[in-house]
């Protein structure tokens, strides 16, 4: 039963609904499908999938980009309504032989739109009844097996050469075996296929499909090529004894612990280290050049090559003046190669790219393209709004003012910092606390990674560097306690920010998976950042994806909280490889709040969206 069907404009200004009489929708599918997908750059997906408690539609869509129009469908998930795309299609052919920009009210379509539904499910209820009575079908591809492998039956042996179940297999068991007693000849199967069996020089073979033979064949071949390596080999070279390693004799230590002991109550004396002096590069403004040339205006044919040596110059030079009537998914498949590949060169994930290149396809296609314009420019166009809207973040994160606003309710702003091995999760949490101190906000450090040895120790070096506390237990004890005694402590020491450092996990170890969702669980942060490398690239799908699944699916909370922002470090080494920034916020839909790019504390700035797209589609 098809719940609902909108037809709106790209603006937002919906023309025409249909309701079922009787059956409100639950949520907000609507809403929630343009700002997880159509905004997202996702409309080139089949469909969208809306689950609320009590309920769960599934929402498909079209467009007609010449007029601006959008189509969405909603139905319940359990139907699999069969009718749905063709009955879009519908909709969208006559709707627009009705449609005038100036007018914002279609009651007529409502008789138009009970026919071609009416339509749309009577032709798919015949193709229904067509599957069920039409199962013969295997039958006849036996027999035109049969056929094209015999090279061809007369009319009156059709029927014997079939292959049909029960008749002809003894038969062609007989003509199998005769096959062997003569030693050269054909025999057919009870499947219409011609097995062909030969003796020669003494070795036989009962076909290409005797599984046992080919297995005794496999075991001989594999006992030759054994008893030629082992003639080939004369003399093994003497190996070489390794001496065994002398260790001193020192005592050895029980456990590789060497926090101190009277910083468990948080009442350590941090030693005073001379204070690192310098602005944080989260505060100055990046210039990007203002080069509105590409590469593809610098050279005119380089991203057409492939558009024209399949229409020829005249042609394309032709559509550039003229302008084309309606663009086709045909013509900008060579556009959009280009762009898949040169955005896969960037350390773009393979998946990401294509879908992007999907959605600028679907986003396309039906579009007048205007004179003297190419189609390769106008996918570029096209590519790069997309690109600038993913980046973009969709809501403001300000931890600034959220900060100050923390401070102002009584209670810490608390931050936490998640990810896998080794990608700088102490390091820039020590170039994080370092921006808030520029910004007179009391910053304490809290060292939960009690997993990993030297993580305490590596913490406590920043916190004396910079002056501020750091709450420790030492090793081996529950993330999550620690988190939350620090947090108290921050109602003694006067603390307005507690970043919180965890020890890094793979996305597959479910143990410390489930240790993380605990410890976002009790303590509540106000923001979780994930800390991933720029370098990485298809993996960056794999880990973001997997990480907010686990902190979904091992959440006891039926709201769980996931990644709400990404630091990317090693932003320094990767030259124009920026595709990872790109793969995590598509995946993820989490902004990047700060890009690390290099070794001091000065060293993080903010993520500049114009430059990583100019690079990306450069």
């Known amino acids: ?30 809403d929630t499908l343009i700002r997880s997908c159509l905004l997202e750059e996702r409309s080139g997906a089949a469909s969208y999938n809306y689950d609320v408690p009590g309920a769960a539609y599934t929402l498909k869509w079209t467009f007609h980009n010449d007029l601006g129009l959008v189509f969405v469908a909603v139905y319940q998930k359990i139907l699999h309504l069969l009718y749905v795309d063709e009955l879009l299609a519908m909709v969208k052919r006559e709707f627009s032989e009705i ?14 739109f009970q026919q071609l539904r009416k339509e749309a499910e009577a032709r798919a209820e015949d193709i229904k009844k067509s599957k069920q009575v039409g199962k013969p079908v295997n039958n006849n591809l036996g027999k035109k097996q049969g056929q094209l492998q015999n090279g061809g039956t007369d009319g ?3 029927k014997k050469g079939g292959g049909e179940s029960g008749k002809d297999g003894g038969d062609g068991d007989k003509v199998k075996g005769n096959a ?29 499909f005797d599984v046992n033979k080919l297995q005794k064949l496999r075991a001989k071949g594999g006992k030759k090529v054994d008893t030629v390596v082992n003639k080939g080999s004369k003399a093994e070279p003497t190996k070489k004894i390794k001496k065994n390693r002398v260790w001193d004799d020192s005592p050895k230590e029980s456990k590789l612990d060497f926090t101190d002991p009277m910083s468990e109550n948080g009442s350590e004396n941090i030693a ?45 030079m032709f559509q550039s003046i003229a302008g084309k009537a309606n663009l086709e998914k045909a013509d900008l498949e060579p556009a959009l190669k280009a762009l898949k590949d040169r955005l896969m060169t960037k350390n773009v994930a393979e998946e990401i790219a294509e879908k992007l290149c999907e959605s600028v396809a679907t986003s396309l296609e039906g579009k007048k393209l205007g004179s003297f314009t190419r189609i390769s420019s106008t996918v570029q ?60 906000i009391n910053v304490m450090m809290a060292a939960c990674d009690t997993f990993r040895s030297g993580a305490v120790e590596q913490l406590r070096t920043h916190a004396r560097r910079l002056r501020i506390p750091i709450f420790e237990k030492g090793y081996e004890k529950d993330p999550a306690i620690v988190a939350k005694e620090a947090i108290q402590e921050t109602n003694r020491n006067g603390s307005d920010v507690v970043l919180v450092d965890t020890a890094g996990r793979m996305q597959d170890n479910e143990p410390l998976m489930r240790a993380l969702s605990k410890l976002i669980y009790v303590n509540s942060p106000d923001l979780i ?43 320094d080494t990767i030259d124009d490889k920026v595709g990872a920034a790109l793969s995590m916020v598509y995946i993820s839909g989490a902004p990047v709040m700060f890009v690390g790019c290099g070794q001091s504390y000065t060293d993080l700035k903010k993520l500049n969206v114009k430059s990583i797209v100019k690079t990306l589609l450069k």
């Open 180 to 208: 062997k007693e003569n030693g050269h000849s054909n025999g057919r199967t009870g499947n219409g296929v011609v097995q062909v069996n030969c003796k020669e020089n003494g070795n036989s073979t009962d076909g290409a």
């Open 99 to 112: 449609y005038y920009p100036k007018k914002t009210v279609y009651n007529e379509f409502d008789d138009i």
């Open 1 to 30: 039963m098809l719940e609902q069907l909108l037809i709106f404009t790209r603006g937002g200004l919906i023309l025409w609904t249909y309701k079922e009489l009787g059956n409100a929708l639950r949520g907000s599918p609507i």
């Open 156 to 158: 009156g042996n059709k």
């Open 529 to 571: 950042l994930f800390v991933g490398e720029a370098l990485v690239g298809n993996d960056a799908v794999d880990q973001l994806s997997k990480f907010n699944q686990k902190l979904g699916d091992l959440s006891p909370s039926p709201d769980p909280r996931l990644i709400d922002g990404i630091l990317l470090t090693k932003f």
């Open 272 to 316: 005073v280290v001379a204070a690192v002096e310098g602005e944080s590069m989260m505060d100055k403004e990046e210039i990007v050049s203002s080069d509105s040339e590409t590469e593809e205006d610098e050279e005119p044919g380089k991203d057409n090559k492939v558009e024209a040596k399949k229409k020829g110059w005249f042609s394309s």
């Open 381 to 440: 166009v096209a590519m790069e709004e997309a690109l600038v809207r993913i980046l973009t973040p969709k809501r403001s994160i300000d931890i600034l003012r959220d900060v100050h606003a923390a401070k102002e309710q009584g209670k810490p702003y608390v931050v936490v910092f998640v990810g896998v091995n080794g990608v700088g999760k102490s390091t820039n949490l020590a170039k994080v606390a370092y921006w808030l101190l520029q910004h007179n």
